[in-house]
């Protein structure tokens, strides 16, 4: 089971933690399974020194959840394969798509349509017949919704609902969708169902004009989202928080300072709520 504050396992990073000690703020790692499922015997072995230590979590690049060609079921089959063999609980992917006759190379929103969440469902279905365990689809960043029907959020719910399927919170594309799309972000995530939140996620971005933000995974966290964070802790209580960082990637010190700053909002949490629940006995 994971827990507390995580960081994406890099493959520069690898050797240095296959050799030393992982950190003690860090209480998973989270890997996209696409970048490992044909490595060398080395990597493989460092990988597996690595997942017997440290809970890992996957995040897929490539499932393509909303695409109009076939589901991929042999690559899905390969991913089972890879989660049974380090047993590995968790498999996210995007809620977006990102193949059509060829692979897109970037997320495309999936339009918000009944037809659409028909489609998203129908297929999900199928992926966690394969996994034997549930897909966890991310809110994700975008910015165009041709033909939409319905909002994000009602889009978001429905597939949640329908699939039944699990929530990885994006708190940074939460925010990036306010700032470019004009919501509430706060309203936005109160009206998402705890019940299906796995684990979050949390990042920096790039802020293009005062109304387009681009989700970039590359920079520090801004205080914005930060206190946005708090709100989803506020909101659905504490729940493992993955910092994603893909590029201009620090020393992994640097990396940990933002990392700490996650265990300590969980600890205030938790320590709040000791004090509550230390009251209400008394």
Not at 94 to 99: P, V
Not at 137 to 163: H, I, K, Q, W
Not at 211 to 237: C, E
Not at 256 to 261: F, M, R
Request: contains cysteine; charged residues 20%; glycine residues 6%.
């Amino acid at each position: 089971m994971i827990q507390g504050a995580g960081i994406g396992l890099r493959r520069e990073m690898v050797a240095e933690l296959a050799e030393g000690a992982i950190p003690d703020a860090v209480g998973f790692m989270e890997v996209a399974p696409e970048n490992w499922l044909k490595v060398s015997p080395r990597l493989r072995r460092q990988f597996s020194e690595i997942a017997e230590r440290c809970p890992i979590v996957c995040h897929g690049l490539s499932l393509s959840i909303g695409a109009p060609a076939p589901l991929d079921e042999g690559f899905v089959c390969q991913v089972k394969g890879f989660l049974d063999t380090h047993d590995i609980e968790i498999y996210s992917e995007h809620l977006s798509y990102c193949s059509g006759n060829a692979h897109l190379y970037d997320l495309m929103p999936i339009p918000f349509t009944e037809a659409a969440v028909a489609h998203v469902v129908e297929r999900v279905k199928r992926v966690q017949e394969i996994l034997e365990r549930p897909l966890v689809l991310e809110n994700v960043s975008y910015y165009a919704a041709p033909g939409a029907e319905m909002t994000e959020l009602e889009f978001l719910n429905a597939v949640l609902d329908e699939a039944d399927c699990e929530l990885l919170l994006d708190v940074n594309n939460v925010y990036v969708n306010s700032v470019n799309h004009g919501y509430d972000p706060v309203a936005f995530m109160a009206a998402l169902p705890t019940h299906r939140i796995r684990y979050l996620h949390i990042a920096g971005h790039h802020r293009e004009a005062e109304d387009l933000i681009i989700d970039t995974h590359g920079a520090d966290v801004i205080d914005p989202v930060w206190a946005l964070l708090d709100s989803a802790y506020q909101l659905h209580g504490v729940h493992p928080t993955l910092l994603e960082r893909d590029f201009n990637l620090p020393p992994m010190a640097q990396l940990l300072t933002e990392v700490d700053q996650i265990v300590s909002i969980q600890r205030r949490f938790d320590q709040n709520r000791s004090v509550a629940a230390g009251r209400a006995s008394a």
